[in-house]
Every structure is written in structure tokens, then in C-alpha cells.
């Protein structure tokens, strides 16, 4: 008797750690970094305990640009505007607009001088490990999945003085150097479309919500 109830405890016990475990590992994996704690204290802050992700806010510390080159076969936007200027021009004005959401939050503490000037880049692969924060339409990615109709690659610094492409080096562990959405370019079944577009395209995903939230 004494033997089954010593079995039971330590399973009982083993049941805790394991559910504990569980728990723990899934705080180290979402939206947290875990500091290098092997580096000097001055750069790790001497602590292994997960910090969460974060972006400075400083006027016009988060630089943003968009990549111009856009997914004809298939067709990845959709837009009222048919010529190549004016399609540009709202796709532009749409992710201003997402943008808009994300400064307009009550509250918070990223304001729309936080963002750099929204520039254009004509090069398909504006998505790179370099500091800046792009969107791309037609930039293929391995993690294009079946079903994946966008992500967001963030790159995070798990020590001060971390630096990326021609970014400042960081000064916070958590800090986000650079933070790049891709949408689906190359499945012939997604398309989006900008709000003025997708009225008379009601089988297409809205640009808008897609790029604000992905």
C-alpha cells in the first residue's frame, strides 16, 4: 500500500513538471527572445528569462518601403486603377492606410513620426535581412506552405549592439531590427485586393487588413 501510494505521488509529480514544462516552453516561443546570456552582462543584462519582442518608437525609427514589382502570372493585386502608375499609386494608399491603423491605436506609443517616409523600391527581392522593414508581393519563400496566404519574418536582437544590414545596433535586448511581410505570389487560386477593388472581386483577400496584420 505504502509503495502504490509512493508510485502514485511520484507520478503525480512527474504529471506537474511535464504539464510545467509545456507551459514554459511555449512563453519561449512566441513573440519572446531568450538573451544571450553568453555574452558579458553589459550586453546579455544577466538574465536567461524571455523578453518580449519590441520596436523603438523614436521619430522615424522604423524605416518601411514597399517593392513595386508586382505578380502578373498569376496575378497577385487587384486594383480599380488598370494603368501602371495609377495601380501603384493605390496600392501605395493602401498600405498607408494600414499603417494608419496601427498609429491610430489609442494609447500606444508608436505615432505616425515613428515610421520613415514610405518609399518604393523596384526590385523583387526588397525582403532581405538589411534594416529595413519591406512588404513584397512577388518575392517567393519556402514558407509558402499550402494555405499561407502571408507572414511577417521578424528578426530580433537577443543581445545589445546586435546590428543588421546598415541598422543602427541595437540598444535593448527584444529589440525588432527588422521586420519584413511577404504576401502569396505564386498561387494561381489567392488574389488581393485593394478596398476600391474588391467589391467587384468578393473572391479575393483585402489588401488592406492583410498588409496591417499579417
Same mark, same amino acid.
Given at each position: 500500500m505504502r509503495n502504490s501510494i509512493r508510485q502514485i505521488a511520484a507520478s503525480s509529480v512527474a504529471l506537474l513538471y511535464a504539464l510545467w514544462s509545456v507551459a514554459a516552453a511555449h512563453g519561449y516561443s512566441f513573440n519572446q527572445i531568450v538573451p544571450d546570456v553568453r555574452q558579458p552582462v553589459s550586453a546579455s543584462g544577466g538574465s536567461a528569462c524571455p523578453v518580449p519582442?519590441?520596436?523603438?518608437t523614436a521619430p522615424g525609427s522604423i524605416p518601411i518601403r514597399w517593392s513595386t514589382v508586382l505578380g502578373s502570372n498569376p496575378t497577385t493585386i487587384i486594383t480599380s486603377s488598370q494603368t501602371p502608375a495609377g495601380q501603384v499609386n493605390e496600392i501605395q494608399q493602401v498600405i498607408q492606410q494600414a499603417l494608419a491603423v496601427w498609429t491610430g491605436v489609442?494609447?500606444? @506609443?508608436?505615432? &505616425?513620426?515613428?515610421?520613415?517616409? !514610405? @518609399? *518604393?523600391?523596384?526590385s523583387a527581392d526588397a525582403c532581405a535581412s538589411d534594416g529595413i522593414n519591406s512588404i513584397c508581393f512577388d518575392q517567393p519563400d519556402l514558407a509558402f506552405t499550402p494555405g499561407v496566404l502571408a507572414f511577417t519574418r521578424i528578426i530580433t536582437a537577443d543581445a +545589445?549592439? +546586435? *546590428?543588421?544590414?546598415?541598422?543602427? &545596433? @541595437?540598444?535593448?535586448?527584444?529589440?525588432? !531590427?527588422?521586420?519584413?511581410?511577404? !504576401?502569396?505570389?505564386?498561387?494561381?487560386?489567392?488574389?488581393?485586393?485593394? &478596398?476600391?477593388?474588391?467589391?467587384?472581386? &468578393?473572391?479575393?483577400?483585402?489588401?488592406e487588413s492583410t498588409c496591417g496584420g499579417p
Open positions: 519582442s519590441h520596436q523603438l489609442t494609447a500606444t @506609443s508608436l505615432t &505616425p513620426s515613428s515610421l520613415g517616409a !514610405l @518609399s *518604393q523600391y523596384a +545589445i549592439g +546586435i *546590428q543588421v544590414g546598415n541598422s543602427a &545596433p @541595437s540598444t535593448e535586448v527584444g529589440q525588432i !531590427l527588422d521586420a519584413d511581410i511577404y !504576401l502569396n505570389p505564386s498561387d494561381s487560386t489567392v488574389t488581393f485586393a485593394t &478596398p476600391s477593388a474588391l467589391s467587384a472581386n &468578393p473572391n479575393s483577400y483585402d489588401m
